[in-house]
């Protein structure tokens, strides 16, 4: 109700300054209607009773109280009453874009400060800054093409990982930019787009076909020539040790040239244009300047934008109403059309928040009384018109996920419902249902969540087993095999550590003992020499020392303890040390893991005249 009570305000208020001359209005009229008849002083009060129809004058008060009444209604609803925002779908242009991002060795060239790559990277970033809205992908290729991001408008992840991707990364070397102007267009088509951009940044391309192959009005490819004509060497860069340049098959240094004349021809045959890369934005300007076929074409995103509500159309009800009880019967009329109402706004609201600690426990009770008695017979009221399922949907589109799982009847709906509310047992419980690759995929996805790592290995093996193009499988199962090679590797230093630390106790009480012998030996020589009121005083010297380790042991083991704590700790934080930050490491496995799986169809079998830069 607080909620509510902050939130409740007027979409339109200009509207509610019609209220003051409607009031003013309806008062004038009352004042007039009620003025006495003329016929008042002509005829006894008695006959005129007998003279004049009840029926009617009861009929025009009703009449006249649902036009006041309406004409209010009328001016609350025309401000657009609201205490709500509903999520509402966004649309944005249909401007898709994929950049293709040369990753050959001939990047490395230092003909263009700082590099060619690095210059290539800052013209990325720029294009992602000067586009004011649209879609982004980007594809990077060296003797094969992969997609990096698919086209997606979070530009701020391609920013992430310009900075990871470098030739060392890529599984085949070369330069073979149709395999990523292939990927692109799978891009296109996996995002459902039948027309997009793609900006191809490369230092040179052997032939223009190698472009043009691909050329499409709905596809303009544009190109921006990374590089100079003098060219420069190729350096090839070796930790702690000076770089060395990359030479050909007769031991020549290689130079890397731009040769704009297979660029220039390649863009022109597929309907975009060509820039050599420039300092400013005029390279951009002039490559991202093709036409689409529909230039004015939105899609509709899957992001939603929550907005205010107008709430004003419930007042339409009541208004409805009055204008059925103004009609002879009228008001038996407006009560059966009551029964035929939907659900109202309120019962979709979430629920207030709780109590603060202010309130007392009483009125805490109550209120949760209450509030189960109201969703006991909203939820009575929805099994009217809406089925189990579409009930638990509408509770997972508002996050509630844990009640979802309670209302759902078809097993995967209530599956997915578990899983996002961290019940991963009975999730997988669900999910066991459907054999189907979809099925497995989750099952798969529960284990992993469960912590039981080798069983969701088996799960998505079983997944790549019926269809191998399962990208997501493949990198999830990757992805807990190098987590169990991590723990094993945990596992084994811990080990190892605690073999060490037992070999020092053990050193340590070995030498305690020693020193222990040659103290008695000591002590036993000391108590030849005393008489027999020493034997007393030594026969409790004898004593105290094994009190004194006794009252010690405790401490030595919590001593011993905290120091366990502080190496394991010291050692989980050195395997955490070890671990990658960068994404680089994720995108190089992924290229790799495709690079295997094209190498089994047998796609670099004709590919070994091909120079590596």
């Not at 649309?91 to 003909?111: C, P």
């Not at 586009?131 to 701020?156: K, M």
């Not at 037992?502 to 020589?525: F, M, V, W």
């Not at 020493?534 to 011993?560: F, I, K, Y």
């Amino acid at each position: 109700m607080n909620e509510l009570t902050n939130n409740f305000h007027f979409l339109r208020p200009e509207w509610l300054l019609a209220l003051p001359p409607l009031v003013l209005l309806i008062y004038l009229w009352i004042r007039h209607t009620r003025q006495r008849s003329p016929w008042t002083d002509a005829i006894e009060p008695a006959l005129l009773t007998a003279l004049l129809d009840d029926n009617t004058r009861s009929s025009t008060l009703i009449l006249r109280t649902s036009l006041y009444t309406g004409a209010l209604f009328t001016c609350l609803a025309l401000a657009g009453p609201t205490w709500e925002r509903l999520p509402q779908p966004v649309s944005q242009k249909n401007d898709a874009l994929v950049i293709v991002l040369d990753l050959s060795l001939s990047m490395y060239a230092e003909d263009i400060a700082p590099s060619r790559l690095a210059k290539a990277r800052q013209k990325i970033v720029d294009a992602l800054r000067l586009r004011i809205e649209g879609s982004t992908g980007l594809v990077a290729y060296a003797g094969d093409g992969h997609a990096v991001v698919p086209i997606t408008d979070d530009s701020n992840t391609i920013e992430n990982l310009l900075s990871s991707l470098n030739p060392a990364m890529m599984p085949v070397l070369g330069s073979r930019p149709a395999s990523g102007i292939r990927i692109a267009k799978e891009l296109f088509a996996n995002a459902g787009l039948m027309e997009g951009r793609i900006l191809l940044l490369t230092d040179g391309i052997r032939r223009a076909s190698d472009i043009s192959d691909f050329r499409s009005r709905a596809f303009p490819i544009s190109i921006i020539g990374i590089g100079t004509n003098n060219g420069a060497n190729i350096p090839i860069k070796q930790a702690n040790a000076a770089p060395i340049f990359l030479t050909d098959e007769s031991g020549q240094t290689v130079v890397a040239r731009l040769n704009e004349t297979p660029l220039i021809q390649a863009a022109q045959q597929s309907y975009g244009r060509y820039s050599q890369v420039t300092i400013n934005d005029k390279d951009l300007l002039v490559t991202l300047a093709t036409t689409l076929p529909s230039e004015d074409a939105t899609i509709e995103v899957e992001r939603e934008f929550d907005v205010w509500a107008d709430m004003g159309f419930w007042l339409c009800l009541p208004l409805a109403a009055l204008m059925l009880a103004s009609f002879r019967r009228g008001l038996i009329t407006a009560s059966l059309a009551l029964l035929l109402l939907p659900e109202p706004g309120w019962a979709n609201a979430s629920p207030s928040p709780g109590t603060g600690p202010a309130q007392s426990k009483t009125q805490t009770t109550t209120n949760r009384g209450v509030m189960e008695s109201q969703s006991s017979w909203l939820q009575s009221w929805r099994s009217l018109w809406l089925r189990p399922d579409q009930q638990g949907h509408e509770l997972l589109q508002r996050g509630e996920a844990a009640n979802a799982a309670g209302v759902f009847e078809h097993p995967q709906w209530r599956g997915s419902a578990r899983y996002q509310s961290g019940d991963y047992s009975a999730a997988l419980e669900d999910f066991r249902r459907d054999p189907s690759q979809r099925g497995l995929y989750n099952q798969a996805n529960a284990m992993a969540k469960m912590g039981r790592y080798a069983d969701a290995i088996a799960r998505y093996e079983d997944v790549l087993a019926k269809d191998p193009q399962h990208e997501d499988a493949a990198f999830n199962k990757a992805l807990l095999e190098e987590l169990l090679t991590q723990q094993e590797q945990q596992r084994s230093e811990q080990d190892q550590q605690q073999q060490e630390q037992q070999n020092q106790q053990s050193q340590g009480a070995s030498d305690q003992s020693e020193s222990s012998l040659g103290d008695q030996q000591q002590n036993a020589d000391e108590e030849s020499q005393s008489g027999n009121q020493d034997d007393t005083q030594e026969q409790q010297g004898q004593q105290d020392p094994n009190a004194t380790t006794e009252q010690n042991q405790p401490g030595v083991a919590q001593s011993l303890d905290e120091q366990q704590r502080n190496e394991r700790d010291e050692a989980l934080e050195q395997w955490l040390r070890r671990i990658p930050d960068d994404p680089g490491g994720l995108l190089r496995r992924k290229f790799q893991h495709e690079t295997n799986q094209r190498l089994r169809q047998g796609d670099y079998s004709t590919r070994q005249d091909e120079q590596i830069w």
